[in-house]
Structure formats: structure tokens, C-alpha cells
């Protein structure tokens, strides 16, 4: 796509860049044009760093409808796993959504707050987008719980107006995208939601040379790509201080369950940089992404330490990608 014919997506926003990269990506199959089988099966956790659990979970129990189902401390196992010994012994709430859904879970862990650091500005991981019934009620409950709401929902743009889109950033400034098929003409190919805010269908990962990110979940983790595109994102814009009108590229990976996308936003290296963290801690905001995998031994990755057995059920190991993101590989599906 040319940036003459660039959509202005704003952040009612950024969603339009979201879905239509999730969307696309299930139409193409590069990692299969190699001849290796996808052995990513898709999101299993994902990780939110804030600096107090209860405080959070209570707000996520409220907003949201998230119910806790374990809770404890990291174990010195977990932490060397993660390499992020300084981990061990802070708390951990592991949450399920209302749906019951038992492909995916969100685990809040407290980290020390970060001095300057801010939702959207920094290379990594840096929201997770997940289905809805109706953003609008939604809209109202994170306002209720004491979130803020960095973009109001509406329809993503008058070419898309079945999907609509909100965001919210949360205690540790992370930042969740919500998204709604509202008219039932489901444009994009979406997850249904079987609560109001059900299960993950997207992760977004700022990075400063998106060729190299899709190279790597291509190449290294043998995961499907979609096309690359332009869009002009708002929430990105406003968190980075570069002019609204600026189009950036965007890309997505997919594991082979539906809705499992990654998406890749390319951000102005001169505008941008590496995500600050506590020594020996995990990042804060949303701090890391547990993909499920079918094949681990197929995967070729440099991990912080040897794969095992940390969960109860198959192997487990962890990576930092190509753009800083924290990434933990989980052998089969978490139940």
C-alpha cells in the first residue's frame, strides 16, 4: 500500500490497523511457502508488570469481569526461567475471563515502578487486544473501576463501521485494546466473544525495524505473515509526539489457532527506544506474551535458561525478541 492511498484510522483507531493485519495475515502463508509446519498454536498468558496485585486484580475483577483462578509468589525456578532473578518471591494473581475460556490467561506480577515510564512510548510489547460483546458497556465499567481511557469507543472508521474499538491503560501502564463485532457482519474475521471481554486475539509489539521482526517470527519461530501496510495511528502519534498525519508500517504474525495474531507496529526510531526496567525484573506495563506451542523442539531460540517443566504440565522457556519483547514459550496448551 502506498502512502498516497494510506487510511486515516486514527485510533478509533489504531484497531482498523489491528484487525485488518490480523485479518490479512489469514490469508497468507508464508511460513508455510518454506515447507515448515507453524508450531505456534497462539496466546496461552499474557503478563502485566504493575506495582501492586491486589490493587490491580481488584480493578481488572471490576472492569472487566476477570476471576482469579491461582495465586502465589514467583518461585527462584520461574524467576531464572524468565531471567529476571529479582523476581522471585513478588506476587502473582492468575486470571481467567468470565467466559471461562481455558486457552488463555492473564497473570498480573508486581514489579517495581519504572521513574518516566509511559504506555505506548517504548519498544516491546505494548497492549493486548481482546474480544468484546459491547465496548460501550465496557466503556463504562473500566471508568467505574478507575482506568483510564486513552481512546473512547466507536466505530474504527465509516469503510469499517461493524467493528468498533476502544482502549484503556491500566495501573502499570498497560494498555488494552477492546474490540466488538457490533452488527454481526463480522468484517474482519473476528473471535466471538462468550462473555463481555473474553480471550486475547491480538498482541501488539512497538519495534524499531519491523523487518527484522517479521523475519524473526517467520524464520525462527515459523509463524504465518501478513502483508505489511501503512496506517496512520493515532495512539502511537500522541504517545511518541510525532505529527497524527505520519503513516507508519504495520505487519502481523499468526500461530495456527484462529485469532492468534501478533501485530507489528514499526516506530520512528528518532522518536523512540528500549523499554526501561527495574535490574533483575520483568518490563512493566505488559511485560511478557506465553505462546503455546505443539512442536517446542522444532524451535530454535536462545533462551534465558534450559527449557522445564515450570507449570504442571509441558516444558517452558523464555526469550527476549527481536524488539525487546519478553517472550515464554509453553509446550501444549495450558488447561
Given at each position: 500500500m502506498t502512502k498516497g492511498n494510506t487510511p486515516s484510522v486514527s485510533r478509533r483507531g489504531v484497531l482498523a490497523g489491528t484487525a485488518a493485519a490480523a485479518a490479512i495475515a489469514t490469508t497468507n502463508t508464508e511460513a508455510q511457502e518454506t515447507g515448515r509446519r507453524n508450531p505456534i498454536i497462539g496466546h496461552a498468558i499474557a503478563t502485566i508488570g504493575v506495582p501492586d496485585v491486589a490493587v490491580a486484580q481488584a480493578m481488572y475483577e471490576k472492569a472487566i469481569g476477570l476471576y482469579e483462578v491461582n495465586k502465589g509468589t514467583v518461585s527462584e525456578q520461574v524467576a531464572a526461567s524468565w531471567g529476571a532473578p529479582a523476581m522471585q518471591g513478588r506476587p502473582w494473581a492468575m486470571?481467567?475471563?468470565?467466559s471461562g475460556d481455558r486457552t488463555f490467561r492473564i497473570r498480573i506480577v508486581e514489579v517495581d515502578p519504572v521513574p518516566g515510564y509511559k504506555a505506548m512510548g517504548t519498544w516491546g510489547l505494548n497492549a493486548i487486544e481482546m474480544i468484546s460483546k459491547d465496548i460501550y458497556e465496557v466503556n463504562e465499567r473500566v471508568l467505574s473501576a478507575g482506568f483510564e481511557v486513552i481512546g473512547e469507543p466507536r466505530p474504527l472508521s465509516e469503510a469499517y463501521a461493524s467493528v468498533h474499538a476502544m482502549q484503556m491503560k491500566g495501573p502499570g501502564e498497560e494498555?488494552?485494546?477492546?474490540?466488538?463485532?457490533?452488527?454481526?457482519?463480522?468484517?474482519?474475521?473476528?473471535?466471538?466473544?462468550?462473555?463481555?471481554?473474553?480471550?486475547?486475539?491480538?498482541?501488539?509489539?512497538?519495534?524499531?525495524?519491523?523487518?527484522?521482526?517479521?523475519?524473526?517470527?517467520?524464520n525462527v519461530l515459523g509463524m504465518s505473515l501478513g502483508d505489511l501496510m501503512e496506517f496512520k495511528v493515532r495512539v502511537v502519534a500522541d504517545a511518541l509526539n510525532y505529527s497524527r498525519d505520519r503513516a507508519i508500517a504495520m505487519g502481523s504474525a499468526r500461530g495456527t489457532r484462529h485469532g492468534s495474531g501478533i501485530e507489528f507496529d514499526a516506530y520512528p526510531v528518532e522518536f523512540s527506544g528500549p523499554r526501561p526496567r527495574a535490574k533483575g525484573q520483568l518490563p512493566p506495563g505488559v511485560s511478557m506474551m506465553s505462546l503455546a506451542t505443539n512442536d517446542f523442539d522444532a524451535i530454535d531460540v536462545s533462551c534465558m535458561a534450559p527449557p522445564k517443566v515450570l507449570y504442571g504440565g509441558g516444558r517452558a522457556a523464555s526469550f527476549v525478541g527481536p524488539a525487546g519483547e519478553w517472550v515464554e514459550l509453553i509446550e501444549q496448551e495450558l488447561t
Open positions: 486470571m481467567r475471563c468470565e494498555v488494552f485494546y477492546f474490540a466488538s463485532d457490533m452488527t454481526g457482519e463480522n468484517e474482519f474475521g473476528l473471535i466471538t466473544a462468550n462473555s463481555l471481554v473474553d480471550r486475547i486475539f491480538n498482541a501488539v509489539v512497538g519495534t524499531p525495524n519491523i523487518k527484522a521482526s517479521r523475519a524473526f517470527y517467520n
